[in-house]
């Protein structure tokens, strides 16, 4: 469960994903704790599945920061940009206009934000390698180590030697975003129907750089056991399983680069009603076993509240709210948040026949014309997009 | 209740190249009029293959291996394609889950909407005639034999009158509906016109008003413009000159001077004065129209006036006369058929006697053709509301006969396929393959079921019949008589109907506002890639009811939506139900958004209803355990305990499991559930569930805890109305 002292495992800065002029996902802030689920929701459409995307690098970020284990894994590098074209335009005006204290700043500003431009490149590029040769250096500080406690066993020696070899092959090739995997929403096309389980499973392993048939073997099968497939079915093919069982598959195969985080886009929503339950339980297994954090996105509600620690719910590419599941259930603040929540079915048929469904428009609800909107805390750990006088009056809400 | 769809004992098979796939397996339900039936179940549980029968769309590969669909009189599974053109889509509309792959993605949507409409206004027209003229000739038939030959003469002269009157009426209210929808397209075009201009959008304001000066003198009928015909020209002439100043102007700007505005809103308002007239009733009129001169008709103040002259003249040189013939002839019919009915009723017994003996195909078949002729008989032919069930008595008599032959042990096909698939199997066990299937055994089906089936057939007229008799002394035949007359104005009425593009365009438009769409004037004429999913799946839904139907089929509807667009949709849906008495059939496998819309609830397995109840039943007191199953694992917003999830997957349906389908994945699953399929046990008299668990032997099962506690707190928290 969450604690406040626990280590912020990902951290998602001023997150901004354009497709030219689609803003997929706009100024998007959260972190992630080490051992709690992150839910994600939204209606189709409003940048949940990009946000996911992002973290795991499939696209370059467009601006802002995604660190993971305390490393900047990602960085964009327009909203720099922006400020140095801005600032130059500044610059361009006559004397009278901008005073010249105003240009020195101006200047200084630019030759910042060049180098904050140089450093975004560098680690977005260089993270994985950065994160490779901090391996190396650990396994050679540690070969030398073995080697001064084993100076005078020549057979134990050549054993560490070629066992240091192997190992700084593996270290050499070793990237920092294999520690987040992803498991899919539609198990049938995300599987490769001409590769056997056991090759869509260990070829993670493989592109690492491990080349122990054995071991491989080994893991496999005990992740195979692990997702309640047996060892017989990694001689088959992705056709012959069910949809529940294909699933299962995709999780291994996310589940045996033993992650620190796995993304889940929406795992349940293309299976059926029966099968979904047996994949929330698996999930709830891994993540007590294995103590995986898991960012999990979906769009039914009661999954994300009976699943998640923490929810995170946007809407059109902004994050409008952010809370623990039981407080966002509970106080519902952003009038978005609370038309999602009054939209969800029950199997009550006279709780559904009184159900009064809240609608939100965004030009009615709010007037940002003035005051413009930022992420504030209303409660502590309770965020919400709002202005100075939503602040008050949500505050107000909640009795604060 | 008033039963619009009945389903009977619906099996549905799919061939494959690995065997059949019992996709249905004998199934029954009662749709009722304004009433939900929802069906639940996962994938493959035959809840989607059923609605598809019921309209009619069944895959190639599929085989009705036995069951009747009755509608309206008419059997669905067996009536021909033609036939079922008139139904599907016209009666019975479906809406699918996926809204794109339902529109065509190069025809404007408006153009999607009206097709249907302009294409069936022709088709009914045609048929409303045609049945207009057989209930016709058998009112005269059966008058001719109710009053003896010698009021042939005067039956026909009658009966000629009325093809007059209705035809006379026929062309009245043609003209007049002419004129009046002229002026409707008017207002709405003008309406069009200033709207666009308003929005600075391309237009040609002097090209438009040239093309309305023509449109408005065409708004002419000697009833409605009767006293509008001076300011209509007055108004021609203001248009007139209007246009002559702005062509002067040389306007060929964009803009709306605002004379001409100013004018086109005049024309408007008469228009809309024109239209707002009360109609009058051209049935009545005809006969008076066509005895008097035009000068003495228009010679009165008011329509009130015009209609209440009219009838009288009406009922004093006509239809008086016309009843009482009409009363002695439905009289007639109704006691011949109940002569007929009396005997039928006497021969079932014998018949009854005869299919729980020994008989053979042969003979059962002549047996079976020899009463159908005696039901034919029964038929009273002149009712307007149809008897499904004496309709549709040969086809399903000789459905059943078959079956018993067919089905039965000692077939030969079916030994056969026995011998077949048990040396498949025994083939793979020797190979050392672990096969997961059983042979189905050769009598599925037991020989006292099907003697069963064949007897629900006889009794169901023979029910029918007794209640017909019982009621026969309280028939009105004089209010039958006016029945009789209202249908065929209603014919007469539907073979005038006639829909014009520019009509079935308004009506599309108010389709379009019916179901939530925002400017429906310029979302007419756009492309369904420029809609939202939700809004797609509103046109889907307005094409769906542009012919209104009586039964709506809604095959996942919102599967591919989000919650708040779900929840529009179902609204929707709810309210269109609620609006035009529709029937619903809802199909999804998602428990939460049934309880929102559903009266009555089907839970289907591996082809077969495992309960069937009210919606409080169901969710309030379930039976079955995968009904059980269903409800604990799905989350709801309370839920934090472990889910009950389903171990393992649904049975392959080319060989059905011989007992309980769902007996393996069952925790609660008794032996004889392996060994034999449970029969349906009432709990209520609306709920009903297929478990052994229900029967007084068994042990008693106790339902999951996480059921029982979301129960009780919805009990709770529903407080009051639980109480009642």
């Known amino acids: 469960m969450p604690n406040k002292e626990q280590e912020v495992l990902l951290r998602v800065e001023h997150l901004c994903q354009y497709f030219k002029m689609t803003k997929a996902v706009d100024d998007v802030n959260f972190d992630i704790k080490r051992g709690e689920v992150f839910g994600l929701v939204g209606e189709s459409g409003c940048g949940k599945t990009t946000t996911g995307r992002s973290v795991i690098r499939i696209y370059d970020i467009t601006s802002g920061s995604i660190y993971f284990k305390g490393k900047r894994i990602c960085a964009g590098t327009r909203s720099y940009e922006q400020a140095i074209r801005a600032a130059r335009k500044e610059l361009k005006k006559s004397d009278e206009e901008v005073p010249a204290s105003r240009k020195e700043e101006l200047k200084k500003e630019i030759a910042e934000n060049r180098k904050k431009i140089k450093a975004a490149k560098y680690d977005h590029q260089n993270s994985d390698k950065e994160y490779a040769k901090e391996l190396q250096e650990k396994l050679k500080a540690d070969y030398e180590k073995a080697k001064e406690e084993n100076k005078n066993n020549p057979e134990a020696l050549k054993k560490l030697a070629a066992d240091f070899k192997q190992d700084m092959y593996v270290a050499k090739h070793s990237k920092l975003i294999t520690k987040i995997q992803m498991i899919f929403q539609d198990p049938i096309a995300s599987l490769n129907p001409r590769m056997t389980v056991k090759e869509i499973i260990s070829e993670g392993l493989v592109i690492n750089g491990i080349k122990d048939q054995a071991y491989i073997d080994e893991e496999v099968y005990k992740i195979l056991e692990l997702v309640g497939l047996t060892r017989e079915h990694a001689g088959r093919y992705p056709h012959e399983f069910s949809g529940g069982q294909r699933q299962r598959i995709g999780i291994a195969r996310a589940v045996i680069m033993h992650p620190d985080l796995l993304i889940a886009d929406e795992p349940i929503s293309a299976l059926d009603v029966s099968i979904q339950a047996q994949i929330i339980n698996l999930l709830n297994e891994l993540r007590s076993e294995l103590g995986l954090t898991i960012m999990f996105i979906a769009h039914d509600l009661s999954v994300v509240k009976y699943f998640s620690d923490r929810i995170g719910v946007m809407y059109f590419g902004k994050m409008v709210e952010l809370a623990s599941s039981d407080e966002l259930f509970a106080h519902p603040l952003h009038p978005y948040t609370k038309s999602l929540l009054s939209a969800i079915p029950l199997p009550d048929p006279h709780a559904e026949k009184r159900r009064q469904r809240i609608t939100y428009n965004p030009l009615e609800s709010h007037d940002y014309s003035v005051n413009k909107p930022t992420m504030r805390e209303i409660k502590p750990g309770h965020f919400v997009y709002c202005n100075d006088e939503e602040e008050v009056q949500l505050k107000k809400e909640l009795g604060l | ?724």
């Open chain 2, 1 to 724: 209740m008033d039963k619009i769809l009945e389903v009977k004992n619906l099996s549905v098979g799919f061939r494959t190249t690995h065997g059949t796939v019992k996709a249905v397996r004998d199934i029954s339900f009662d749709l009722e009029r304004g009433k939900t039936l929802a069906i639940v179940g996962e994938s493959g549980s035959g809840k989607s293959v059923t609605s598809k029968a019921i309209i009619g769309i069944l895959a190639g590969n599929s085989i009705v291996e036995s069951g009747e669909i009755l509608y309206d009189g008419n059997d669905l599974l067996r009536i021909t394609e033609d036939e079922m053109h008139k139904i599907r889509g016209d009666k019975i509309s479906m809406i699918f889950q996926d809204p794109l792959s339902s529109l065509n993605p190069i025809v404007k949507i408006g153009k999607q909407i009206t097709e249907a409409m302009l294409l069936k206004n022709k088709a009914n027209r045609k048929e409303a005639r045609r049945a207009f003229n057989a209930m016709l000739a058998e009112l005269k038939k059966n008058i001719i034999e109710a009053c003896g030959k010698e009021s042939e003469a005067r039956v026909s002269a009658l009966s000629k009158k009325l093809d007059d009157i209705c035809i006379q009426a026929t062309k009245l209210d043609n003209s007049y509906t002419e004129a009046f929808n002229k002026a409707n397209e008017l207002i709405a075009n003008i309406e069009d016109l200033i709207y666009k201009a308003g929005k600075k959008q391309n237009v040609y304001v002097v090209g438009a008003i040239r093309e309305y000066k023509k449109e408005l003198a065409k708004v002419k009928d000697e009833f409605l413009t009767a006293k509008y015909d001076a300011r209509i020209a007055e108004s021609i002439a203001s248009l007139n000159s209007v246009v002559k100043a702005a062509a002067a102007a040389n306007n060929t700007k964009n803009e709306m001077p605002e004379e001409v505005e100013k004018a086109l809103r005049g024309v408007q308002n008469l228009l809309k004065e024109v239209t707002a007239q009360t109609k009058p009733d051209f049935f009545r009129i005809a006969l008076y129209y066509l005895d008097n001169n035009l000068v003495e008709v228009k010679n009165v103040s008011s329509v009130e006036e015009l209609n209440a002259k009219a009838l009288t003249y009406l009922n004093d040189n006509f239809m008086k006369e016309f009843l009482s013939y009409a009363d002695n002839g439905v009289e007639h019919s109704f006691k011949k058929a109940l002569e007929n009915k009396k005997l039928v009723l006497e021969q079932i017994p014998a018949l009854r006697a005869f299919f729980e003996g020994e008989f053979t195909q042969k003979n059962a078949m002549a047996r079976c053709k020899e009463m159908s002729k005696l039901i034919a008989s029964s038929i009273d032919r002149l009712e307007i509301i149809k008897d499904s069930a004496a309709y549709a008595f040969e086809a399903s008599l000789s459905n059943a006969i078959e079956r018993f032959f067919s089905c039965q042990v000692g077939n030969r096909k079916e030994e056969a396929r026995f011998a077949r698939q048990s040396k498949r199997r025994e083939r793979l066990v020797a190979r050392g393959r672990k096969v997961e299937w059983k042979v189905v055994p050769k009598n599925v089906y037991s020989v006292s079921m099907l003697r069963e089936n064949i007897l629900t057939v006889i009794n169901r007229i023979e029910e029918r019949y007794t209640a017909y008799i019982a009621n026969a002394e309280t028939v009105d035949f004089d209010q039958r008589a006016i029945e009789m007359v209202d249908y065929f104005k209603a014919r007469a009425a539907e073979t005038v109907y006639r829909v014009t593009k520019s009509m079935a365009k308004e009506q599309a438009i108010k389709l379009m506002e019916e179901v939530g769409i925002h400017e429906p004037r310029t979302r007419f004429y756009q492309y369904p890639f420029e809609f939202s999913g939700g809004m797609r799946q509103r046109i889907v839904i307005a094409i769906a009811l542009a012919a209104n139907p009586d039964i709506l089929i809604c095959d996942e509807p919102t599967t591919a939506l989000d919650v708040t667009i779900q929840a529009q949709i179902l609204e929707l849906i709810n309210n269109l139900k609620k609006e035009r008495n529709l029937s619903v059939i809802f199909i999804t496998h998602d428990l939460g958004v049934v309880a929102n819309m559903a009266d009555d609830i089907a839970v289907m397995y591996a082809g077969k209803i495992v309960e069937y109840g009210t919606a409080d039943d169901i969710f309030y007191d379930p039976r079955h355990p995968y009904t059980w199953a269903l409800l604990s694992s799905m989350p709801d917003l309370e839920t934090t305990e472990k889910l009950d999830a389903i171990p393992g997957t649904p049975p392959n349906m080319i060989y059905p499991p011989v007992g309980d389908a769902f007996a393996d994945r069952n925790k609660f699953a008794l032996k004889i559930d392996f060994e034999q399929q449970p029969p349906f046990f009432e709990v209520t008299k609306t709920h009903k569930a297929a478990t052994w668990l229900l029967h007084p032997d068994a042990p008693k099962a106790e339902v999951p805890q996480i059921i029982t506690d979301r129960i009780a707190r919805m009990k709770k928290a529903g407080g009051a109305q639980h109480a009642e």
